[in-house]
């Protein structure tokens, strides 16, 4: 019975976690902390790039240190259309857009094609050079972009106003921050049918021994740059989000460190487990902006705490709880 | 008689080393073949270069009548043979059902299947299922393969490799680290195969080779001394020379 118990367990974590996001604007204005609200949505588009990275590290055993680049990649997509919106068309003949139901299908669509490409490269490779090559070539965009002067280089990119949605006001932060979290909730449900389908069948097989995987008939390679490619397109539209809640995008969200957040959330949440990523966005964004107000240097105490979770934590936070 | 696999003149160096020197064999259609020598005398190698894992530096592969000394891992499954390892591989999360079941999954076709959740497939989960009734282990279904014995891990293993439907298999030395009854169950689990699934078996426990091997291959150095039944073998002053030595 203890499986039982464990799966009840499970689903009032699941259960509860709803809630909280649902009533925490509610919350905000009842504690007088309207911030707790910026937070949250901060939390939710971590979560969405947590995720999907989750998909590769814990499902399918490829340690990608290059997931920022599909984040940044997502960003700019919509920094770089909401730019051309505003003045001249790209190359003078692509125009630019500030709808939601435009941009972001194309944020995750170009995310989803560069980490096609980057795939392809990469997935030649195993163990630490994939590790290496993943984060080469996430270092390759961010100095585009910070040479990419056009588009604010160095400095980043600002736009007046978020992409319009129907039904949202621009400039209702409650309202994107349910927009942020429904887009979690469809992220969630959507990678959760995806790795019990026989495409995630595959990819556990892969992690857990691609010699036995070839021995029985499978080539491993298209089924990693699938995956590699669904994470990277996860990655974009948790970037497009990003870019919307700052109304600003910079070199910052491709920089190896973001990274190597991402990394973090996930392992700290708990690898292979989907929900875990979620846990592991909410502790590091909370965990940073408290301990950023005592000192910039929050990753002390970050540190010890991920050392601790992962020594004796196999399943991350998420593994604790259970 | 019908040659299923023929090996020609295969040749692979490590450095310095020769692993297979111009070896060449025969594995009938039908038979149990045992594949037999020292340490290091490229057994290991000659399964690889037989399933596709390596290649050949010289030296040509024919199965079932082609040619497939280019094919890679995959296409070889496809066209019929499939290997065990040394080293017991499974799946080790997966139920042992799991693990036959994701062979069917592969055998199926394509698995860019994204949505319906592969758990209730009934059409991988009851071949899956069968199959490990075949191999002993139908009671053993739902646990991890983590959890088993050592010797029905190695079970499952070829519950794995006969679920891709192979006509050949080529188990590398499946009764390794198994005791004395494991091996004597592995041992009646091939008796049991003969006649329906041709094996190239690669073994160092010489009791079972004896005792369920219609031909055997000697290698030595990377080269094939001498092949035939196992009463011819056991007489050839070569192979005694060579490898039988003292104790035979």
């Known amino acids: 019975m203890a499986k039982g118990f464990a799966v009840r367990r499970e689903q009032v974590l699941g259960v509860a976690g709803l809630l909280l996001a649902l009533v925490l604007p509610n919350l905000a204005v009842a504690l007088g902390k309207p911030d707790l609200v910026t937070l949250g949505t901060q939390i939710a588009i971590y979560a969405i790039g947590a995720v999907s990275l989750d998909l590769l590290i814990g499902y399918t055993g490829l340690s990608s240190f290059g997931h920022a680049a599909f984040f940044g990649l997502g960003g700019y997509t919509v920094g770089i259309l909401a730019f051309h919106a505003a003045g001249e068309p790209m190359f003078g003949v692509i125009p630019g857009a500030t709808e939601a139901w435009i941009v972001w299908p194309l944020a995750i669509g170009v995310a989803g094609v560069a980490a096609l490409a980057i795939g392809a490269l990469s997935l030649r490779t195993e163990g630490v050079s994939f590790i290496m090559i993943t984060l080469a070539f996430a270092e390759m965009f961010f100095f585009l972009f910070v040479s990419l002067k056009t588009y604010g280089g160095d400095d980043g990119l600002g736009f007046r106003r978020r992409n319009g949605l129907p039904g949202v006001a621009p400039r209702d932060d409650v309202a994107f921050y349910y927009v942020c979290v429904a887009a979690l909730a469809a992220v969630l449900f959507g990678f959760s049918r995806l790795v019990g389908s026989r495409f995630g069948r595959v990819l556990q097989g892969i992690r857990q021994n691609p010699r036995r995987m070839g021995a029985i008939g499978l080539s491993t390679y298209p089924y990693k740059l699938a995956a590699f490619s669904i994470a990277g397109a996860g990655a974009g539209l948790a970037g497009a989000l990003h870019a919307n809640l700052l109304r600003f995008v910079s070199p910052d969200m491709l920089h190896w460190t973001m990274s190597g957040d991402f990394m973090i959330m996930v392992v700290l949440g708990g690898t292979g487990t989907l929900f875990g990523p979620v846990i592991g966005a909410a502790v590091m964004v909370l965990l940073q902006s408290w301990l950023a107000q005592w000192t910039e240097h929050w990753m002390i105490v970050m540190g010890p705490v991920l050392v601790l979770v992962v020594l004796f934590a196999r399943r991350g936070i998420l593994g604790l709880l259970r | ?248």
């Open chain 2, 1 to 248: 008689m019908t040659v299923l696999l023929e090996v020609r003149g295969l040749v692979r160096r490590f450095g310095g080393l020769i692993a297979a020197n111009n070896l060449s064999f025969d594995v009938v259609e039908g038979e149990l073949h045992a594949l037999i020598g020292p340490n290091g005398a490229g057994k290991s190698t000659a399964i690889g270069l037989i399933s596709g894992e390596q290649r050949p530096d010289a030296g040509r592969v024919r199965f079932d009548g082609a040619d497939v000394t280019a094919l890679p891992i995959a296409a070889r499954v496809k066209a019929g043979m499939t290997r065990s390892f040394q080293i017991t591989s499974v799946l080790p999360d997966f139920t042992a059902l799991e693990n036959v079941a994701l062979v069917y999954q592969v055998r199926a076709g394509h698995s860019f299947r994204f949505w319906r959740p592969a758990a209730g497939e009934r059409a991988l989960l009851e071949p899956a299922g069968a199959m490990l009734a075949r191999i002993g282990l139908g009671g053993r279904a739902d646990v991890p393969a983590r959890d088993l014995a050592h010797g029905e891990q190695r079970q499952l293993e070829l519950a794995m490799a006969l679920a891709t439907g192979a006509k050949l298999l080529l188990l590398d030395e499946p009764m390794a680290g198994l005791g004395t009854a494991e091996s004597q169950a592995m041992t009646d689990i091939l008796a049991g195969l003969k006649g329906h699934t041709t094996i190239l078996l690669v073994e160092h426990d010489m009791d079972a080779v004896f005792a369920l091997a219609d031909r055997i291959t000697v290698l030595v150095y990377g080269q094939a001394i001498a092949s035939g039944t196992p009463k011819a073998i056991r007489g050839d002053p070569a192979v005694r020379d060579a490898y039988l030595g003292e104790d035979a």
